[in-house]
């Protein structure tokens, strides 16, 4: 039996991947874009994926993208939890550059924080005043390592 190409893509796997890619984020220092690339070619064919990089040192800067050639595919992957070179890893469909800048139109839950001291412990309340740093209208906030 043999079978021929339309030429014709489904719904769900199109040439213009717009919502097939992936953030990555939480990824250890030592994974390599082709870690990244191997690891997530397990649920499905991987078209692109990038580690970001610092311009500096490049050094991994934590995070990166993956892009899939089939939609349901990048659902179903943000869905799920990961674990890569050891570390936890969130996955969540990526966000436009130009949707992000525009005012009031991105929110995000969460936000990283850099630069903590090793001696933290994990549970340990993390108290922030926003206030000292980005102006007198914004609340205190609290939160747990």
């Known amino acids: 039996v043999s079978t021929q190409s339309t030429g014709l893509m489904s719904d769900s796997e199109s040439s213009d991947p717009v919502g097939h890619k992936l953030f990555v984020g939480g990824l250890s220092w030592d994974t390599t874009n082709d870690g990244l690339k191997h690891y997530f070619e397990k649920?499905?064919?991987?078209l692109d994926s990038t580690i970001m990089r610092?311009?500096?040192t490049g050094r991994s800067r934590g995070f990166g993208f993956v892009t899939f050639a089939d939609?349901?595919?990048a659902n179903r992957v943000s869905?799920?939890?990961?674990?890569l070179d050891g570390r936890t890893i969130e996955s969540k469909k990526a966000i436009p550059r130009e949707e992000i800048s525009q005012v009031g139109s991105f929110r995000t839950?969460?936000?990283?924080v850099g630069g903590l001291p090793l001696?933290?412990?994990?549970?340990k309340p993390l108290t922030f005043d926003s206030r000292s740093i980005f102006g007198e209208n914004l609340p205190?906030?609290?939160s747990r390592i």
């Open 71 to 73: 939609l349901d595919v």
């Open 109 to 112: 839950k969460k936000i990283f």
């Open 119 to 123: 001696t933290l412990e994990e549970g």
């Open 79 to 83: 869905e799920e939890t990961h674990v």
């Open 54 to 56: 610092d311009r500096a």
């Open 140 to 142: 205190l906030f609290s």
């Open 43 to 46: 649920f499905g064919t991987v």
